[in-house]
């Protein structure tokens, strides 16, 4: 079984390939053909260590996530969050490879985003406007350089000084990134990407800007105010863990019969003149998905 380390499993999941395997795998998974049971929470004892195990299974691939979250390492030369991600094939239950799983997890979830804009996105996409400047930020910034290399981003920090650290760090891409200014004309998009417990975004919204909330994946998180989120067409990549995880949504007291699948705007566009809030808490599938970008696919 081949293992790829972190960069080998950038290398292996270009994002171009891997928005169209999530496409695929968004569609299955809402028809019942990718089973992604809960992902399972295993504290150590007495320890601050959490052992999380989130499967995926499909009638070609078996995928298993299996990370470490070590927040004593916080500050040190070791990384909080480790693990790996191994793939199995369904038939035969030959082990065929494992990736890094917190790179899978970065570029996966950054391309969820980039197939929101895809799907959602009113018009040309030439102005966008990202909050956060970690590693999420990052692999955003990667998934922006590589399927829109010809935007303007401009990105938010917790500072002016802290986005403009964040967009020097960037200069290797092939991005026009830089720090937001006073009277920022409109965006096209925009991107919240923190793990906040403050609003960060909030007003009237825009039918012509699109509004993306990926942090706020617990309860007590927020990112978008409720005036965007009651106000909006609201779509939720994983319809079964939202409810559970997305921050913006349970504060807002949304009614959950209104919200609607990604996978809805795959065949259906969204309703003309509405403004659209999608909200990202991610699941096991969109692993599987990164692993079908290296597996073969099954024969028809």
């Known amino acids: 079984m081949k293992h790829y380390s972190a960069s080998q499993t950038c290398e292996a ?21 990718v089973i992604c049971p809960e992902r399972s929470i295993t504290p150590a004892p007495h320890s601050s260590t959490l052992l999380l195990n ?4 499909s009638q070609d691939l ?10 004593d390492n916080a500050g040190t030369s070791r990384p909080t969050i480790q693990g790996q991600v191994t793939c199995a094939n ?17 570029r996966r979830t950054s391309a969820v ?3 929101g804009i895809r799907l959602l996105a009113r018009g040309p996409v030439r102005r966008v406007l990202m909050i956060g400047t970690g590693t999420q930020a990052r692999a955003h910034c990667e998934a922006f350089a590589a399927l829109h290399p010809h935007i303007t981003l401009v990105v938010r920090g917790r500072s002016p000084e802290a986005a ?19 009277d920022e004309p409109p965006f096209d998009v925009v991107l919240t990407v923190t793990s906040s417990r403050e609003i960060l975004y909030d ?10 909330g990926v942090g706020a994946f617990q309860p007590d998180m927020i990112e978008v105010g409720p005036t965007i989120v009651r106000n909006s067409v609201v779509y939720v990549d994983d319809p079964i863990g939202a409810p559970g995880e997305a921050g913006d949504l349970i504060q807002a007291g949304i009614d959950w019969k209104t919200v609607l699948p990604l996978a809805a705007a795959l065949h259906t566009p969204p309703p003309a003149g509405r403004p659209v809030f999608f909200k ?17 696919r099954p024969a028809p």
Do not use: N
């Open 164 to 182: 403009a650290a964040f967009c020097q760090q960037q200069a290797d891409l092939p991005l026009a990134i830089r720090p937001e200014q006073p």
């Open 62 to 71: 078996l995928v298993t996530k299996l990370l470490t979250l070590c927040p």
């Open 54 to 57: 989130m499967p995926s299974v």
């Open 280 to 296: 990202s808490v991610g699941c096991a599938a969109w692993d599987l998905a990164a692993c079908r970008v290296l597996a073969p």
């Open 203 to 212: 007003g009237p919204p825009d039918p012509a800007c699109l509004v993306i």
């Open 90 to 106: 369904t038939r035969t239950g030959e082990l065929l490879f494992s990736l890094d799983g917190p790179t899978v997890t970065m």
């Open 113 to 115: 985003s980039l197939l």
């Open 13 to 33: 999941l270009p994002f171009p390939d891997l928005v169209e395997a999530l496409a695929r795998t968004v569609q299955a998974y809402a028809d019942g053909a």
